[in-house]
């Protein structure tokens, strides 16, 4: 190689570099960086055929390729500066008369505020919140609650079981049972929570769903003060005006059990889709203690006695929400989502 045809090169690279550089864009200053300036770019290439020159044309192709450096350096500097000045001025030109952007508000899911209303209520009458596990055995879920061996929620059927012995609790009641193991009475506490059930997936019944459990055991506990309690939290939950009845009814926990109707604030009893024309909802059961049930804790069945009620969160969360399918509670459709903000 000749030191002219090198200095024919350096000008070819000299005039692309500023063509390029006019050119340039924020987007671009890496690629540019790269092509020119970098340690394998095309001036860097150039430095490296001087040294087929002879010293003589070394020295002065040395001396033409440090003015190139040079110059296409500065010029892609204060090109760069150029560049960050324009991007403040367009910060600058922001329009501050705009519309502003609405941000979303998130809310509670349905499911938390009803329960949260239900804790409240309960917890101005004494109550406090405990609780569980949601895998559970056999004992606290079943056995201790007095469910004789072949009692069909014992059915894989109904139950979702992880071995013979451990299964997703089917209720929240388990935990009445945990906590009159380990707390001298008198206990008063509700079990809000999470159960979980083998059933088909329909409108009305989904495989997981949320209860609140209560408990109340003292000495001299009567069905009045249980009447008294669920009466109460009915009148603030839905409304003074509701109606009520108590039937009887059966669960292995409880001696005598009862379940609670409400006059059906949808329809105000006249008969809808939702109460089955019957003009009543069914809203919980509840009952005495079980005698069984404290033998199986180690609790002495004379000196204690206790009301246990439980009720289901989602039915009442849906029926005042006044949407007619369970499963719109766990899809997490934003369209809902948002109506509920
Ligand atoms: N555990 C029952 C259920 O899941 C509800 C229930 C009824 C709970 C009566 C209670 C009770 O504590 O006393 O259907």
Same mark, same amino acid.
């Given at each position: ?15 692309? *570099?500023?063509?390029? %550089?006019?050119?340039?864009?924020? =987007?671009?200053?890496?690629? #540019?960086?790269? +092509?020119? @300036? ?22 002065? *192709?040395?001396?033409? %390729?440090?003015?190139?450096?040079? =110059?296409?350096?500065?010029? #892609?500097?204060? +090109?760069? @500066? ?260």
């Amino acid at each position: 190689m000749s030191l002219q045809s090198l200095q024919i090169e350096i000008e070819k690279t000299r005039s692309s *570099a500023i063509t390029d %550089l006019q050119n340039i864009t924020s =987007e671009k200053i890496d690629f #540019f960086k790269n +092509k020119y @300036l970098s340690r394998k770019g095309e001036i860097a290439l150039l430095f490296e055929k001087l040294k087929i020159l002879s010293v003589n044309d070394k020295k002065l *192709a040395g001396k033409f %390729l440090n003015e190139l450096k040079t =110059e296409v350096t500065s010029q #892609f500097d204060s +090109k760069l @500066l150029e560049l960050n000045d324009s991007s403040k001025q367009e910060e600058k030109l922001f329009d501050y008369s705009l519309p502003g952007r609405i941000s979303s508000k998130g809310s509670l899911h349905p499911i938390t505020q009803t329960m949260m209303e239900i804790k409240n209520i309960f917890n101005r009458m004494g109550f406090s919140s405990e609780y569980g596990p949601e895998i559970e055995d056999d004992f606290h879920n079943f056995s201790a609650l007095n469910f004789p061996p072949d009692h069909p929620a014992r059915d894989l059927q109904d139950t979702f079981f992880i071995n013979q012995n451990i299964l997703l609790r089917t209720h929240t009641t388990s935990v009445q049972i945990r906590a009159m193991e380990t707390g001298k009475p008198p206990i008063r506490i509700i079990m809000p929570g999470r159960v979980f059930r083998n059933e088909a997936i329909s409108a009305r019944s989904y495989c997981l769903f949320h209860q609140v459990d209560g408990v109340y055991i003292d000495k001299k506990v009567s069905m009045a003060d249980l009447k008294g309690t669920l009466i109460n939290f009915a009148k603030q939950f839905y409304g003074n005006s509701i109606k009520f009845k108590i039937r009887p009814s059966y669960f292995p926990f409880t001696e005598p059990s009862l379940e609670m109707d409400i006059s059906c604030f949808l329809c105000k009893s006249k008969g809808c889709r939702i109460c089955k024309q019957s003009g009543w909802l069914e809203i919980l059961g509840a009952g005495m203690i079980h005698p069984n049930v404290y033998k199986n804790v180690g609790l002495n069945k004379n000196e204690w006695n206790g009301f246990a009620f439980g009720m289901g969160i989602e039915r009442i969360t849906i029926l005042r929400m006044g949407i007619d399918d369970i499963r719109m509670l766990y899809e997490n459709d934003i369209r809902m989502l948002k109506q509920l903000a």
